[in-house]
């Protein structure tokens, strides 16, 4: 038997013997399984007006419009402190905010579908639609009635499985619980939906979202979101925490993080990185945000010209960096200055043991560290190349820009 939260809402609670206890205020469920039990029941007693809880084992039956609890069950009151790992459905849920971790959207509640099987009355579906709106308000009957007679259709539901849904709440005493049920649910959704959930969310409510994730899922949505959310989100963390994401993060991603944040919050989150990332990013923020050397990144792939094919191959296979910053490998001679350039493609159709030198392509498209973002766009407009490497006043090899940041640099909105 299924029926809906607001079918159970206000439906009068008697004895066994048909006296009349009170009337159903709300429902406690229990988190944890897949689709979660109600354990108890609250009631707002009759006459007294005073808020008591029976326990779901006490109730009899639900027949029309009434609930019947068992023999000598309605002076068998339970406490009424919401346990650990427990949620009210009404005061907790319906008309709040939910991350439908199916769609990758924040979705509001309009009723709550339930399962009334084996004497268990368990949560299955969330009602998004009108039709619970409808449900709520009485109309659901004339509603259906008038759209039946005049086009013989009815509004559907709008249900959703109770395991897609991610409950939100700020409330700290809440947080713990519904982080070990769902916490799972929210990192398997892709980072640039996690981004468009957390920017429909409040302060209170991003905050949570975001602080149940893992440092990796936090870095990857972070380079998703827009500038004043990734702003705010890091000003709410501790340095320590900031500068863990911030090493997860793509350089040039973490430089623009950086250089959004006000001055002594920036300064004390560098402090708190590792060596070898701080000195990285200190180098980046050298540049100019609106020049090459401000949007490249570090993260590329370089070799010597008298290293092999077989060598160069190895290299790449170890290699952790992103599929668009691999698109060429960079040849330089030992003082780091670039000389040359091969793909991927020439590298799996050279001979292992071939010395690079003998194939690599020595005509370079490159920038300068300090060359405009208008020169960048246009570089690539012209050469239509994956990446370009950008280079010093010495030709030392700095960096590589690869396509979507350059067009990110002109414009803007791409990135959102």
Same mark, same amino acid.
Request: charged share 30%.
């Given at each position: 038997?299924?029926?809906?939260?607001?079918?159970?809402? *206000?439906?009068?609670?008697?004895?066994?013997?048909?006296?009349?206890?009170?009337?159903?205020?709300? %429902?406690?469920?229990?988190?944890?399984?897949?689709?979660?039990?109600?354990?108890?029941?609250?009631?707002?007693?009759?006459?007294?007006?005073?808020? =008591?809880?029976?326990?779901?084992?006490?109730?009899?039956?639900?027949?029309?419009?009434?609930?019947?609890?068992?023999?000598?069950? +309605?002076?068998?009151?339970?406490?009424?402190?919401?346990?650990?790992?427990?949620? %009210?459905?009404?005061?907790?849920?319906?008309?709040?905010? =939910?991350?439908?971790?199916?769609?990758?959207?924040?979705?509001?509640?309009? $009723?709550?579908?339930?399962?009334?099987?084996?004497?268990?009355?368990?949560?299955?579906?969330?009602?998004?639609?009108?039709?619970?709106?409808?449900?709520?308000?009485?109309?659901?009957?004339?509603?259906?009635?008038?759209?039946?007679?005049?086009?013989?259709?009815?509004?559907?539901?709008?249900?959703?499985?109770?395991?897609?849904?991610?409950?939100?709440?700020?409330?700290?005493?809440?947080?713990?619980? *519904?982080?070990?049920?769902?916490?799972?649910?929210?990192?398997?959704?892709?980072?640039? /939906?996690?981004? /468009?959930?957390?920017?429909? &969310? $409040?302060?209170?409510?991003?905050?949570?979202?975001?602080?149940?994730?893992?440092?990796?899922?936090?870095? $990857?949505?972070?380079?998703? =979101?827009?500038?004043?959310?990734?702003?705010?989100?890091?000003?709410? &963390?501790?340095?320590?925490?900031?500068?863990?994401?911030?090493?997860?993060?793509?350089?040039?991603?973490?430089?623009?993080?950086?250089?959004?944040?006000?001055?002594? *919050? *920036?300064?004390?989150?560098?402090?708190?990185?590792?060596? /070898?990332?701080?000195?990285?990013?200190?180098? &980046?923020?050298?540049?100019?945000?609106?020049?090459?050397?401000?949007?490249?990144?570090?993260?590329?792939?370089?070799? %010597?010209?008298?290293?092999? =094919?077989?060598?160069?191959?190895?290299?790449?296979?170890?290699?952790?960096?992103?599929?668009?910053?691999?698109?060429?490998?960079?040849?330089?001679?030992?003082?780091?200055?670039?000389?040359?350039?091969?793909?991927?493609?020439?590298?799996?159709?050279?001979?292992?043991?071939?010395?690079?030198?003998?194939?690599?392509?020595?005509?370079?498209?490159?920038?300068?560290?300090?060359?405009?973002?208008?020169?960048?766009?246009?570089?690539?407009?012209?050469?239509?190349?994956?990446?370009?490497?950008?280079?010093? +006043?010495?030709?030392?090899?700095?960096?590589?820009?690869? %396509?979507?940041?350059?067009?990110?640099?002109?414009?803007?909105?791409?990135?959102?």
């Amino acid at each position: 038997m299924f029926v809906f939260l607001s079918e159970i809402l *206000k439906r009068r609670v008697i004895s066994s013997a048909g006296k009349i206890v009170g009337k159903v205020v709300d %429902l406690r469920v229990k988190l944890g399984e897949l689709f979660p039990p109600v354990v108890s029941v609250r009631v707002l007693q009759k006459g007294q007006k005073r808020l =008591v809880s029976f326990s779901w084992h006490a109730v009899e039956s639900i027949n029309g419009n009434v609930i019947r609890l068992k023999r000598d069950s +309605e002076n068998r009151t339970v406490d009424l402190q919401i346990e650990e790992g427990e949620i %009210l459905l009404k005061d907790e849920i319906l008309d709040n905010q =939910v991350v439908d971790t199916y769609g990758a959207k924040v979705e509001r509640v309009n $009723d709550l579908h339930l399962l009334l099987a084996e004497e268990q009355l368990r949560v299955v579906h969330v009602d998004f639609g009108i039709r619970g709106i409808l449900r709520r308000l009485g109309w659901i009957r004339y509603v259906d009635a008038l759209t039946n007679w005049l086009f013989a259709y009815q509004i559907p539901n709008k249900l959703l499985s109770w395991k897609y849904i991610q409950p939100l709440s700020h409330d700290p005493k809440k947080k713990a619980l *519904k982080l070990n049920v769902t916490h799972r649910k929210l990192s398997e959704i892709h980072p640039p /939906d996690l981004a /468009d959930i957390l920017e429909e &969310l $409040d302060k209170h409510e991003r905050s949570y979202v975001f602080g149940s994730l893992d440092v990796e899922t936090q870095a $990857d949505t972070l380079e998703e =979101v827009d500038d004043k959310t990734r702003t705010s989100i890091i000003e709410g &963390l501790s340095e320590e925490r900031a500068s863990d994401i911030i090493e997860e993060m793509e350089p040039d991603e973490a430089v623009d993080l950086l250089q959004d944040l006000p001055q002594e *919050k *920036k300064q004390e989150i560098i402090e708190a990185l590792e060596e /070898d990332k701080r000195e990285e990013l200190e180098e &980046l923020l050298k540049f100019k945000e609106e020049t090459a050397g401000g949007i490249m990144t570090p993260d590329f792939i370089s070799c %010597l010209q008298t290293d092999s =094919v077989k060598r160069v191959m190895e290299t790449f296979k170890q290699s952790d960096n992103p599929l668009d910053n691999i698109s060429y490998i960079y040849v330089t001679d030992e003082q780091e200055k670039l000389i040359g350039v091969v793909t991927l493609r020439q590298l799996i159709f050279n001979p292992a043991e071939t010395k690079i030198s003998s194939f690599m392509n020595q005509d370079i498209v490159k920038l300068k560290v300090d060359d405009s973002v208008e020169q960048v766009a246009e570089t690539f407009r012209k050469y239509k190349f994956l990446t370009i490497p950008v280079v010093d +006043e010495q030709n030392r090899m700095k960096g590589i820009i690869t %396509l979507r940041d350059g067009v990110e640099a002109i414009f803007p909105e791409f990135g959102e």
